[in-house]
């Protein structure tokens, strides 16, 4: 009995020594670039939060001042000519906004900061009953998401007679609906901004690990999210593919301010740039990283496919999808479709993240 | 047909400590499975299930109905550890665990399945007759003794389960490629001191043949009086190392540690027992005696039921396709943590009268989950297509037929397309046919 205990104990004793000794060895070969691999990931997380997701905050912030700014300019004196004004400011504003759309995690997430700014089409019934009743409330849960952000904007600002509207009767009611817009988006954004910026940075940067809810679970997870968002909502069902055939064209993203094309340009631009880390570590340099290489090259031929196929789609977006030149948009939706499965199937693959939002037992 | 070897005369201990080792784990992991909320999420909230063979009678019972059920596997395990009305207790706990697991093989998991039939065979064991609230009660039933096949066989399933989740592993991917080792581990590089280690192409080849030859050997040696202290620290180490690297695969580890206790002998366990309670081994030495009829027809019951177990493994060789490209013959056979595989299914439904076609969000329908498993597994695809077909039919759709255009990558391979995408899948059945129209896996990729 002695005698097997004790070479029970050198087991045990040799097998955590072996781990041990073996994290303490060399760890700076040259498989990960002279880095040891945590740096690695602290690194691409570090440039993820400071170069990319932060800046985008900081700007949409800056852009919805300068869109504040029109927009009291055009409510005081509401012309085409002014209105022609704030249409530069609020597709600024826009386009900036497709930038944070797929940090719709952390602060964020909790703030459910996407489902305020940009749930289209937006509610144009219950607007024009808020406005004419004067009472409404953007803070329910789902029930609120149509009326505000940037589909009620671009509703109230680029209808047909919207310029008239603002110098009706129910002007009055109309210019605080849409300032109380206005301050609830930027206050929105300026309270995640702060969140990024103090708490969540740091925790942010510390979770390397790959499993559901972690920083690069998020990423990868958000990568494919927009994507299915791009399919579906943004092109995929106002151009019919999911009802026969039978398009809906006021359903698409930005559709009175008519720059549908410029906004999905703007998102899908904006998933590679996360992709790649903009000019620092991004999703790429982990894959090159895990010898990954002709993935990666697929994936950025994808991504730059996929947004040459949107780019060629002829604006209005809305117009597009009934005319035609419809094969314009049948083309990028395939692409999006195959840029999809690249990273919902095989980055997630190779990065073993997965595409799920819940937490389960697996084998 | 009374084999002497048998039929011996040995200690009831180690069953004994099986019974409340299982019982024990079991009634932890319902209330943890409830506590994390998974009754709710993959029993309540889904509005479509996969049955498992599309057995359309296992029905979730609804959000009481489930929760009553889990109360029912709760309290049953509960008794199995106690010995309390042992026999109702572990058909009770068989029906309902097995029930539970019927519903949706979105779950599927082989530690249910291993849970499903070793709570089998505890009803045919006599496992309550010592140290049990059944023996407080009915002092009379106290047994020291029991015949040796009552722990065997507790002891040959899990000899089952270590040695063709080894030959599972005896494959290219596994051996030469060391994959999915060197996708998974890179994604452990978080661990303290041996995250550095996970990019090493040496340590997933390490991992894979370590694995592979426990998993095929460690029986044997847990057999040998002599090699079992040994066996069993690398028991240890092996399934503790697997829950630090793989979370993921839950209560796994901590059934096999547990349960690789049966292979001790009877001194070890009665040291458990002390451990937990007062256990006098004094007393008419009484032995447990099945009556003859009874005893042959377990046996005869016990030999159809290992020669499944046998055979179960092997049925992928009668499909001709890539078993784990087509997954045809891989569930119930110990194939676990074996593959990276995941995939994207696109799924359009087609009105023949008119030509139109209508693109489905998944989403509407599955949980991610369901969704992700989908992908992967013919069979539930046949199963979302025929639902799909019943929607669409009552959205008033004219004879509606579902077409899926799939892509599967797998052990980290380019994704390549999946199934015929020209098929009707409506029109499919699930069962144990091959089914043609998955396409041929790609082995050049």
């Known amino acids: ?363 | 047909m009374e084999i002497k070897y048998l039929t011996d005369k040995k200690s009831i201990a180690p069953l004994v400590v099986f019974r409340i080792a299982f019982g024990a784990m079991m009634f932890f992991s319902t209330i943890r499975f409830w506590a994390r909320g998974w009754i709710t999420e993959l029993y309540v909230k889904p509005s479509f299930y996969f049955p498992l063979m599309d057995w359309q009678w296992a029905k979730p019972l609804g959000s009481t109905g489930m929760h009553l059920l889990f109360i029912l596997i709760a309290v049953s395990a509960l008794c199995i550890a106690l010995g309390f009305f042992y026999r109702i207790a572990t058909v009770l706990f068989f029906l309902s665990f097995t029930y539970v697991e019927l519903i949706d093989v979105t779950n599927y998991l082989n530690h249910y399945y291993f849970v499903s039939i070793v709570s089998f065979l505890l009803i045919l064991l006599p496992a309550n007759r010592y140290f049990s609230l059944d023996v407080r009660r009915n002092t009379s039933i106290r047994c020291l003794y029991v015949p040796a096949w009552t722990i065997g066989v507790i002891r040959l399933q899990m000899g089952i389960v270590y040695v063709f989740a080894g030959i599972a592993k005896l494959n290219y991917d596994w051996l030469i490629q060391a994959l999915p080792m060197k996708i998974w581990l890179p994604a452990k590089s978080h661990l303290p001191l041996v995250g550095p280690l996970m990019y090493k192409t040496w340590v997933a080849y390490l991992f894979s043949w370590f694995g592979a030859i426990y998993d095929l050997f460690i029986v044997f040696f847990l057999i040998n009086k002599k090699t079992r202290p040994i066996a069993y620290a690398f028991v240890l180490l092996f399934h503790i190392s697997t829950a630090i690297f793989f979370p993921g695969i839950g209560m796994f580890p901590y059934v096999m540690i547990v349960g690789s206790l049966v292979f001790f002998d009877e001194s070890v366990h009665y040291r458990i027992l002390r451990l937990l309670g007062n256990s006098t081994v004094e007393g008419e030495e009484k032995m447990y005696y099945f009556k003859p009829p009874v005893q042959r027809s377990i046996f005869l019951l016990l030999g159809i039921y290992f020669l499944l177990q046998l055979l179960l493994p092997f049925r992928y060789l009668v499909y001709p396709n890539h078993l784990f490209w087509s997954e045809e013959g891989y569930r119930f056979s110990w194939r676990v943590m074996l593959m990276e595989k995941s995939g994207n299914t696109f799924f359009y439904v087609k009105e023949p009268a008119s030509g139109k076609k209508y693109e489905v969000a998944n989403n509407t329908f599955l949980t991610p989950l369901q969704e992700k498993m989908m992908s992967t597994q013919p069979d539930m695809m046949v199963q979302y297509a025929h639902y799909l077909q019943q929607v669409y039919a009552q959205k008033g759709i004219n004879d509606p037929e579902v077409y899926a255009d799939g892509y599967v990558a797998l052990n980290g391979r380019p994704s390549a397309q999946y199934i015929d995408s020209t098929v009707n899948l409506a029109k499919q059945a699930v069962g144990w046919q091959h089914y043609t129209w998955i396409l041929p896996y790609k082995h050049n990729q």
Not at chain 1, 155 to 175: C, E, I, Q
């Open chain 1, 1 to 363: 009995m002695k005698k097997r205990t004790w070479m029970f104990l050198l087991v045990a004793a040799c097998t955590s020594s072996i781990f041990y000794a073996c994290s303490k060895g060399d760890n700076g070969g040259n498989d990960t670039g002279g880095n040891a691999p945590d740096a690695f990931k602290t690194a691409m997380l570090t440039n993820y939060a400071d170069t990319l997701i932060i800046p985008a905050y900081t700007d949409l912030l800056a852009k919805l001042q300068a869109l504040e700014t029109a927009a009291n300019t055009f409510l005081t004196s509401p012309s085409t000519n002014s209105q022609a004004t704030l249409k530069v400011s609020f597709k600024d504003a826009y386009i900036s906004y497709e930038k944070v759309a797929f940090a719709y995690f952390g602060p964020g997430g909790t703030a459910a900061l996407n489902n305020s700014l940009n749930v289209f089409p937006a509610n144009t019934k219950r607007i024009e009953a808020g406005i004419a009743s004067g009472t409404y409330s953007f803070t329910v849960p789902v029930a609120s998401d149509s009326i505000q952000g940037f589909p009620a904007l671009d509703y109230l600002f680029f209808s047909t007679d919207a310029v008239t509207k603002f110098a009706d009767a129910g002007a009055a009611n109309r210019k605080k609906y849409v300032q109380d817009i206005v301050s609830r988006m930027k206050s929105l954004v300026t309270d995640v901004l702060s969140q990024w910026k103090t708490n969540y940075r740091a925790g942010f940067i510390a979770n390397t690990k790959l499993d559901v809810g972690s920083s690069m679970g998020y990423i990868i997870n958000q990568l494919a999210f927009e994507m299915d968002q791009m399919k579906g909502p943004r092109i995929g069902w106002p151009f019919g593919k999911m009802s026969g055939g039978t398009a809906y064209p006021t359903n698409c993203e930005g559709y009175y301010g008519s720059f549908s094309v410029s906004l999905a340009v703007a998102n899908l631009t904006s998933l590679k740039n996360y992709y790649t880390g903009g000019t620092g570590r991004g999703i790429d340099d982990y894959l090159l990283l895990l010898g990954k290489s002709s993935l990666n090259s697929t994936v950025l031929a994808r991504f730059d496919a996929a947004i040459a196929a949107l780019q060629a789609i002829p604006e209005p977006m809305s117009a597009s999808f009934t005319n035609s030149n419809s094969p314009y948009i049948d083309d990028a939706y395939t692409k999006i479709q195959l840029l999809l499965t690249a990273i919902k199937t095989d980055v997630a693959s190779a990065t073993s993240i997965r595409i799920t939002y819940q937490d389960s037992d697996g084998d």
